[in-house]
C-alpha cells in the first residue's frame, strides 16, 4: 500500500523560497506519476505542477510557472518541489499524489479524483 508523505511545510517569508519533499517509505514512486496539488482555506483543491514516472514530463500551472520546480530522484524515491519567489497567496496546505496512468500528468492534473494515492499534507504560510 502506498503511504505518501510531505515534508519541508513552514513558514516562509515573502519573495523566499521553500522546498517541499514527496516520499514513500514502504513502495516505490519510480512507476507513478507525481503531481503537487494545494488547497488554500475556503478554495477547491488544485493541482499545480506535475511529472511523469521518468521525469521527462514537467507541467506547470501559470500560477507557479517560472517560480516552482519540480524534480524526483527514483534512486531516492522522492519527489521535490522547489518553490521560489513567494507570495502570500502561496499559503495554502500543499499535496503530493500519485497517478498510475501514463498520461496522467498533465492531463489528469486538474481532476485530483484522478489521483490514486495523496499524502497527509503540509502546510505552507508565506507571510511576514
Known amino acids: 500500500q502506498y503511504q505518501l508523505m510531505e515534508s519541508g511545510g513552514g513558514l516562509g517569508q515573502p519573495g523566499g523560497s521553500l522546498k517541499l519533499s514527496c516520499s514513500d517509505s514502504?513502495?516505490?514512486?519510480?512507476?507513478?506519476?507525481i503531481g503537487w496539488f494545494r488547497q488554500a482555506p475556503g478554495k477547491a483543491r488544485e493541482g499545480i505542477v506535475c511529472?511523469?514516472?521518468?521525469?521527462?514530463?514537467?507541467h506547470y500551472e501559470d500560477s507557479v510557472k517560472g517560480r516552482f520546480t519540480i524534480s524526483r530522484d527514483n534512486a531516492k524515491n522522492t519527489v521535490y518541489l522547489q518553490m521560489n519567489s513567494l507570495p502570500p497567496d502561496d499559503t495554502a496546505t500543499y499535496y503530493c499524489?500519485?497517478?498510475?496512468?501514463?498520461?496522467?500528468?498533465?492531463?489528469?492534473?486538474?481532476?485530483?479524483?484522478?489521483?490514486?494515492?495523496w499524502g497527509p499534507g503540509t502546510q505552507v504560510t508565506v507571510s511576514s
Open positions: 499524489a500519485a497517478a498510475s496512468s501514463f498520461s496522467a500528468c498533465p492531463t489528469y492534473l486538474a481532476s485530483p479524483r484522478a489521483w490514486a494515492y
Open positions: 511529472t511523469n514516472e521518468r521525469g521527462t514530463v514537467l
Open positions: 514502504g513502495s516505490s514512486l519510480e512507476s507513478w506519476s
